[in-house]
């Protein structure tokens, strides 16, 4: 039977990217983001799609930071879809940040999508999936959840919060057949952050959804993307000399 998945921050990078990952392997999608109209030109892109012709592709305007709103679009979302079998909670931001430079909107900004935006995005999902006696929930974490970065403080720590939000959820939800991938990406060209070009191990966002989606339908517990090389890395990545992150241009 042709699966559902509902995918958040779908309007560029690497949500659009999975977006269209998944009408390739004959999905059905619901699509969610602020920018509604760039959710229209992925939704036109994928229905063009030959394995994707038969496919429905519904769009939701979200903004994860309104976190009481969550719940509801996500609800009349399904209503739409029929019933969905995987959420992936994508949506997220970066920026550089100087710890005490003036720029605590813009951490507060990051906390409040990526954290917040994020727990509620997982809660709804959740809520749904209890009914249904089973589902999958993907969280879109990032390799920054393991290391200190400079002029990354709130993005890590959003990020350490996230797995570690998504590690306890899986254990309290296994009972409840609701399975949890949590994906850590390395460095991927979209458009979060400018100079990505400067980070090793780049890749693009369609190789990056390529390998999420292969970890998903496997039902992996943890995904790194890309594999090669970072899984060898991730194991040091607590450990890091500080020294490796100074050649970050601010
Ligand atoms: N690129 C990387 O190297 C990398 C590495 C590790 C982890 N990640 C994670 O991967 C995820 C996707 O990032 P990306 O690189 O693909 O960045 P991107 O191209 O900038 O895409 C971010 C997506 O998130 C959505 N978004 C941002 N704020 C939102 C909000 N308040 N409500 C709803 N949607 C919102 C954006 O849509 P709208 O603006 O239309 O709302 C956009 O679709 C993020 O969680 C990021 O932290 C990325």
Known sequence: MTKTVIITGASSGIGKALALEFAKRGYNLGLTARRVDKLKELQTQILALPQAHQSFVELAAMDVKATDTVGPVMDDLIARLGKVDIVVANAGVNQLTGVGKGQLDIELDMVQTNLLG???????????????????????????????????AAYCATKAGFSMYLDC???????????????????VKTDIVDNMEQFPFLVTAEQAAKEIVDQVEKRKS?????????????????????????????
């Open 118 to 152: 994020a727990i509620a995005t997982v809660h709804a999902a959740v809520a749904y999936f209890r009914k249904m006696g089973g589902g999958h929930v993907v969280g879109i974490s990032s390799l920054a959840s393991l290391t200190a970065i400079p002029k990354q």
């Open 169 to 187: 959820a899986a254990i309290e939800l296994k009972k409840y057949k609701i399975d949890f991938t949590k994906i850590m990406p390395g460095f």
């Open 222 to 250: 943890v995904g790194v993307v890309p594999g090669y090389p970072w899984k060898f890395i991730k194991p040091l990545m607590s450990s890091m000399p500080a020294g490796v992150w100074k050649y970050i241009k601010h």
